[in-house]
């Protein structure tokens, strides 16, 4: 494939320190408030806003927030990611809002409710989000496997310059999707050149095994969709997504695996935001600094 442009979304703001390796800006989206990590609103804030000066503060982009918390974060300098809790018709409320308060809305969520009629769905989504003039990008959740109708609703995403939503995780061991859906979910993705970010249980890099179940990492999800992007196919995708081990997934993103991944996969949101910094530190992937003596 050729690439066409699709550059790397900028974390809005003074995050980071200057010298913050582009590829990995604004890759973890904070959402600390979320299950497994049920931060309450007032400490996830705060967090954030404290991580300002940290030298990996640029690995963190938005923070994320249900609609309904938007009149809560009154003062909050940083760009939000609103998770719309309920059907297209809740989307504007939020929005105006968060314009009132002099907030940043930097993406918008939401999820198809409508699963016996997702492209309709889609439109619906589309139509309020341009009777609220939204102009930060849109993420849109299609759940279910790749069938005939998720790929007709993936269609109306990519027809309507939407981007997509991939939930690769749950509290429910058993609702964790194989690696043969996320792999199958990002070729489409690829197919119809359309951007997504993920959510779930990305809080580290590599696929591992918990009591229970197993979780994907963000590692292997990047390097999945190198694999795809680069020609591969769904097998060699949903196998990369199996990999555990780190130093492999590592080398196989050397030579600008990882900026050519993140044109289409922009990031992931993740109750821990420590967890990701130290996996990539571990596996030699950011310089380790130590926090400013001045900060």
Known sequence: MTPS???VDPVPGDRGAADWPEEWSGLVDDAAIFPPGDAP?????AAYGARRDEWWSG????FVLRDTDVPLVRGFGGPLSVVVTGGAGQLAGPLGAAARLGLHVAAVEVAVRDTDDPVGNVRRIDAAARAADLDAPLFIEVPGPVTAAWLAAADEVAACDHRLKLRLGHVDH???PDSATVAAWIDAALDRETRFK?????HRAVR????GGGKHGFLNVAAATRTLWDGGSVDD???VLEQRDGAALAASLADGGVAAARRWFTSFGSCSVTEPRD???ALGLLPHRPPRKDA
């Open 237 to 239: 995708a949903t196998e």
């Open 174 to 176: 058993d609702l964790v």
């Open 5 to 7: 442009p699709a550059p």
């Open 198 to 202: 993920a959510t779930a249980g990305l």
């Open 59 to 62: 690995l963190v982009g938005s």
């Open 279 to 281: 996996d990539l530190v």
């Open 208 to 211: 591992h095994d918990p009591e």
């Open 41 to 45: 609103l007032h400490d996830a804030t």
